[in-house]
């Protein structure tokens, strides 16, 4: 059944092209995990392999021997200075004895994603090829975009045909899975084609015959990758696919209007239409199916396309269709069962659905604890995309953590993991990393448990600063072995009483201000030997303990921690976990805990999926931000201090066991990126649990009578990093909600210290204050200056409110016309807002601006997602486009002009921001980052709030979906500030903090049945 449709798509790639026959490479390094081998054969310019190394060697192999006469290699994103100069082609039959076949040198690459073919002369046939660089282009670094090679032997053109769909090995180019594999497997079935007319054109084919009556509770799920087929990766067309089942009634599921798991109907164009299924990303979909075809049998599965519109080419892969008569029903006891740890996770530096980790922490904790599936690196846990070479994802460890964002990095972590190795341990991530499915997975906010493929079950459940972890063996063999992320750290064996102490100086370059910590962990269980662990350049940290597990297969830990010595993570532990408990009891407390915040809202009328999407995203805003602090007296008289973590230098004479940074009185507060929290995180504290936030408040605040400055990124110092001192409006905005327990004397001067003081260096305070007060906005000789102006105007808002709250007339005064600059930075004749040179005159001009592209003056976006960064005043804003008119015009062209991520501007390349804008596909609204968060509540000022309705709620239908792999939002999730606005926006209102129209309302998504405010 088909019509319009040729099932060969033309291919792009250099004659003979044999790449495909690879079957294995080795490379001298790689940038994991987006930067990797795999990303040379991919067919997609827009990845690349990278290294950081001034040479590098490419090593392949075939499935056959043949003889190579000709290759390509195409440049990458960005920095024409990594690219090769100077090269070798050699072939060989052992891998070992290389025969030279092609010497360049001095090439040069005139343009990003350039493709350069070399011919020579070759007839021998070899089944390993080297690409040895010799020299690059000036850099530290060596990146490519693709390498392609050919036999030369040009293969004729097929004949035409219906689609083709068939048996293949998954999909070459992925953004965040594994290539060449299914979901589960190794293999998928592939469809693939030309939509010929510019109309209508389908194909349905069958893929398998099956004899299935369908009972009331069948479901059909299955997974579904559709392919970018364009360079330019703009066209959609291979999202227009399903899953289809033909009857022996000679009826077809697509008739019978069946829905999935998000309300839209199963059949290829309304699939496509619905924008739901990401491309060259999997989706999951699942329907009840007995709802509409009780009664009839299944004979035939097919898959599907049909699309109203062409031309195009369309490719894409299914993989795990299942037909179940019983599908499990999951029971949900608590709010707790609802959270999904894992969402966020199926991401990496290429493509973002959260770029979250699974972590296991009480509500603003100490710690966090968590499995890595990448122990060496910032991306914790990877759902799919580090899968072994059977297509299971493995852990590498068991890990203590304080990461806030995988491209802020981790700080003073500690790794453990279980293993029933007979003899002395393998301290080799590779090596010692066990298999395990997701089905055998819990990922909960309170506890993580997972059964190994080898039988091994290992489970987690925290404290404030400690955690109890349990490890069920299946034999006689139990090793726990100790480890870190690099070889910064020590450990002490205490195996004659079953103890550990150690230390972890663990830190990334954005870690500022992170001093040593400290770790005491006490086992249940005889340690009958022990040792060091070599040989893997981390012999400071790895070592390990073995114990008798012939009668009781359980070993259990507890492990706590302290940044002010091992003295102190034991009295941690003894405060947090008493000599009679039990995992279980430990686990409950976490739980209690979890429930009384999630508790404080509950919804009718939502899908299992909504109320999945709603608990997570409230435990992703409870998350965040962490206590710093710790009990140096006893659980009845507390006495709370805190290591002071905000030197910019911090000491380095810390020894084994404590720290040499100065124990400061009082509670304090980190891991927070004001510039994306400012927007709906803290208005949500605010309004769910207003009397911690005031201690949160107060724990920043602290930061400032500590180092005279509230952080801008604290992680757990000052990092310098984004625009906007806007702790400054978060805080403000809680103050007039009422949040007034905390010292608002204090935070108010540091916020006025903020707004007129130059600071002493770009760790803190706001940039370009030099001439920005005096001049009313912030020049181009600062960079991204625009945008710190016009955070700045925000801020500047938020202190005047403030400032008026507090009976500070002329303050008030005086910020109030502060926050109105923003039309200083409105240039009139491009109809943007712009970048001033330090003379006064624009950056652009009508004939060399392009709204569309990225960086420069656009802080992560470009011209168009700051065109109505003025919310505080809606109505002013109005004006500069000639009236609400006027504003609800630009939104509608703002809504309606594609975002293509053709213009990198000064970002040189493509980065993942980009691409996660263009796949949001609203236009040019990127709800993948925080700069667009506000702007569709934005047609309230201009009068026509039926278009904010409209707007919002197709970002809920279809922009947090994916829960089931991974997946969950559109873009980084960054401390809670994605879940916070998903909370909102679910309920009917967006806060926009304290502006002069602060609350939107809108229709909600479900109910609110209840909502706690205390």
């Known amino acids: 059944m088909a019509s319009g449709i040729d099932g060969n798509i033309p291919f792009d790639g250099i004659q003979g092209d044999i790449t495909d026959q690879v079957t294995n490479m080795e490379v001298s390094g790689e940038n994991p995990p987006s930067e990797v081998k795999e990303k040379l054969i991919d067919r997609d310019a827009t990845t690349k392999w990278l290294t950081f190394e001034d040479t590098a060697t490419i090593q392949f192999e075939l499935e056959k021997p043949d003889a190579v006469v000709k290759y390509a290699l195409t440049s990458g994103n960005d920095f024409p200075g990594r690219d090769p100069r100077n090269w070798k082609l050699a072939g060989s039959n052992d891998g070992e004895n290389w025969t030279t076949l092609d010497t360049r040198e001095d090439q040069e690459f005139s343009d990003r994603y350039e493709r350069k073919v070399y011919e020579f002369g070759n007839t021998e046939e070899y089944q390993y090829y080297r690409l040895s660089i010799t020299k ?253 070479d059977d297509n299971l994802p493995e852990l590498q460890a068991f890990a203590l953590s304080h990461e806030t964002s995988p491209w802020m990095g981790d700080r003073q972590t500690f790794q453990v993991m279980p293993s029933d190795a007979e003899g002395k341990p393998n301290a080799n991530r590779g090596e010692r990393a066990l298999a395990f499915k997701h089905e055998n997975e819990s990922a909960k906010a309170h506890y993580y448990g997972v059964t190994f493929e080898n039988g091994i079950k290992t489970e987690m459940t925290p404290t404030d600063h400690a955690a109890m972890m349990k490890f069920t063996f299946k034999d006689d063999n139990a090793n726990i072995l100790f480890d870190n992320v690099s070889n910064n750290g020590g450990i002490t064996l205490n195996p004659e009483n079953g103890t550990i102490t150690g230390y972890t100086d663990q830190k990334s370059g954005l870690s500022t201000g992170a001093t040593r910590m400290f770790v005491y962990a006490a086992f249940d269980n005889p340690v009958t030997d022990s040792g060091k662990l070599t040989g893997e350049g981390r012999d400071n940290v790895s070592a390990y303990y073995k114990f008798d597990t012939a009668d009781d297969k359980e070993v259990t830990m507890k492990i706590a921690t302290s940044l002010i010595s091992v003295e102190q993570a034991k009295k941690n532990l003894e405060q947090e976990m008493s000599a009679e408990d039990t995992f279980d009891t430990v686990r409950h407390r976490a739980e209690n805990k979890w429930n009384d915040l999630l508790g404080k809202i509950e919804v009718e009328g939502a899908t299992e999926d909504q109320l999945t999407t709603l608990y997570s995203n409230m435990y992703r805003l409870f998350l965040y931000p962490n206590s710093a602090y710790e009990n140096v007296g006893t659980a009845e008289n507390p006495v709370f201090k805190h290591a002071d973590q905000l030197a910019l230098n911090p000491c380095t004479s810390s020894t084994p066991t404590e720290t040499c940074t100065a124990v400061k009185d009082g509670k304090i507060y980190v891991n927070n990126g004001f510039w994306d929290t400012y927007r709906t995180t803290w208005p949500a504290y605010s309004l769910l649990t207003p009397e911690k936030t005031g201690e949160m408040i107060d724990g920043f605040v602290q930061q400032y009578k500590d180092g005279g400055w509230i952080s801008r990124w604290s992680s757990p110092g000052y990092a310098n990093l984004m625009v906007g001192t806007s702790a400054n409006i978060a805080f403000a905005d809680a103050y007039l909600k009422g949040v007034t327990n905390f010292d608002v004397d204090a935070f108010y001067q540091s916020a006025v210290k903020d707004a007129s003081v130059a600071p002493p260096n770009d760790n803190v305070g706001r940039k370009g204050m030099e001439t920005s007060i005096f001049d009313g906005y912030t020049n181009t000789s ?106 609800e015009d630009k939104l509608d062209e703002f809504f309606s002009t594609p975002e293509t991520a053709a213009y990198p501007g000064s970002y040189g390349g493509l980065i993942h921001e980009m691409r996660e804008a263009r796949d949001v596909r609203m236009g040019m609204y990127g709800h993948s980052n925080q700069p667009a968060h506000h702007i569709a509540y934005m047609y309230n000022d201009a009068g026509t709030p039926w278009k904010t309705q409209e707007k919002v709620r197709e970002v809920l239908d279809r922009l947090y979906i994916g829960s089931e792999i991974g997946q969950g939002y559109a873009g980084d999730e960054d401390n809670g500030e994605m879940s916070a606005w998903y909370i909102f926006s679910a309920l009917g209102a967006l806060d926009r903090s304290i502006s002069k129209n602060p609350a939107s309302f809108h229709y909600n998504l479900f109910l609110c049945k209840k909502m706690e405010m205390i």
């Open 136 to 388: 690059n282009s000036g850099d530290s670094a060596i990146q490519l975009a693709e390498l392609a090679i050919s036999n030369g032997v040009d293969v004729p053109e097929p004949p035409a045909s219906d689609m083709k769909s068939k048996l293949g090995n998954g999909p070459s180019s992925t953004y965040n899975a594994k290539a060449n594999v299914g979901w589960t497997g190794k293999n998928t079935i592939s469809y693939e084609g030309s939509h010929l007319p510019d109309g209508r054109a389908y194909s349905y084919n069958k893929i398998l015959d099956v004899d299935i009556e369908v009972t009331a509770d069948t479901a059909l799920s299955y997974y579904i990758f559709p392919s970018f087929t364009d360079k330019e990766q703009t066209n959609y067309a291979s999202t227009y696919a399903s899953v289809d089942l033909a009857f022996a009634d000679g009826t077809y599921l697509h008739d019978l209007e069946v829905q999935d798991q998000h309300g839209i109907k199963l059949d290829p164009q309304s699939q496509g239409d619905s924008k739901t299924l990401y491309a060259n990303q999997w989706n999951f979909k699942n329907a009840d199916i007995g709802s509409v075809a009780e009664g009839k049998t299944i004979k035939r599965i097919l898959v599907a396309y049909e699309n109203p519109k062409g031309p195009a080419t369309f490719k894409g892969h299914v993989d795990d269709i299942k037909i179940d008569g019983n599908p499990v029903t999951k029971t949900y006891d608590n709010y707790t069962d609802y959270v999904n740890t894992l969402r966020g996770t199926q991401s990496n530096g290429t493509f973002s659905r959260g770029n979250n980790f699974p972590a296991v922490a009480v509500p603003h904790g100490f710690n966090f604890w968590t499995p890595v599936t990448n122990a060496g690196s910032n991306w914790i846990y990877s759902y799919h995309e580090s899968n072994n």
């Open 782 to 887: 600062t960079g991204e200056g625009m945008s710190w102006a016009l955070d700045g105007y925000i801020n500047d808002f938020g202190i005047a409110q403030l400032a008026k709250a507090l009976d500070k007339g002329e303050d008030y005064q005086y910020f109030l016309s502060r926050a109105q600059n923003y039309d200083n930075m409105f240039n009139p004749e491009i109809g943007f807002f712009n970048g001033r040179k330090p003379s006064g005159e624009w950056r652009s001009t009508p004939d060399s601006f392009n709204p569309a592209e990225w960086g420069h003056d656009y802080t992560e976006t470009n011209a168009w997602n700051m065109a109505f960064h003025a919310p505080q005043d809606g109505q002013g804003l109005a004006n500069l486009y000639g009236g609400k008119k006027g504003l």
